[in-house]
């Protein structure tokens, strides 16, 4: 079946550190890709998305490319501030509204 | 404009009992899907209701249930209580035709059973 795999955590970095987490995924067809964040005590919340291959996700500082060749989605941001800490799901979703798939999350602290 | 609203926010139970969580989904959005979240873990799908029926479920037993409404809300049931369905249930809600654009997600109910 589907699935997704990050990078294992806790990620501490200091602010403005550059940000690098990784995902990987396995799943038939061509999915839906998003990363979505999570604060303390909260729902989620969608970061990023991307529909095909090549396309580009960004909001808020942060980017992920859909990569098939490699099957990626790997998040990245130049310089992260403290209100970033939260823990970070990358996941995926079929064509024709299917389910998503979350790997474990990523726990991202960032130190003043 | 209201996003995903679930209630209750919190809610403990004694084992073996049935509990009902409930959600509103965001305005003009027509499926509801429902995720349980362990401490630590992502979350794992339950299933999803579109035009009051089961459109697609999880590896879940039959102890957990839902129902859509005709005003696109919903509700999750889970009988027979255990300690392992201690976690935090998130409801997520979307467009048929959009879902591939996103999810929106409600805050959750937090269910602890004891």
């Known amino acids: 079946g589907d699935s997704v795999t990050q990078m294992e955590g806790p990620v501490t970095l200091s602010e403005e550190a550059f940000l690098t987490i990784n995902c990987t995924y396995t799943a038939t067809g061509y999915p839906s890709l998003f990363w979505y964040v999570q604060y303390p005590g909260e729902g989620l919340q969608l970061l990023l998305k991307?529909?095909?291959?090549?396309d580009k996700g960004s909001n808020k500082g942060f980017e992920a490319t859909y990569r098939k060749e490699t099957t990626s989605f790997h998040l990245e941001k130049g310089s992260v501030q403290v209100s970033d800490s939260a823990v970070y799901f990358c996941a995926l979703s079929g064509r024709g509204a299917q389910k998503l798939v979350f790997g474990q999350g990523t726990r991202l602290t960032i130190n003043p | 404009d209201a996003g995903v609203t679930q209630s209750p926010t919190h809610l403990i139970k004694t084992r073996g009992q049935q509990v009902t969580l409930r959600c509103s989904p965001k305005s003009g959005h027509d499926t509801v899907s429902w995720y349980q979240q362990a401490l630590g873990q992502g979350p794992q799908f339950i299933f999803q209701y579109y035009e009051e029926e089961e459109r697609q479920r999880g590896n879940f037993p039959d102890r957990f249930s839902g129902h859509q409404f005709p005003n696109y809300s919903s509700e999750l049931n889970v009988n027979a209580l255990l300690l392992g369905d201690s976690a935090l249930y998130l409801c997520a809600s979307s467009l048929v035709r959009a879902a591939n654009y996103g999810y929106t997600f409600g805050s959750g109910t937090r269910l602890t059973v004891v």
């Open positions: 991307a529909t095909k291959a090549d």
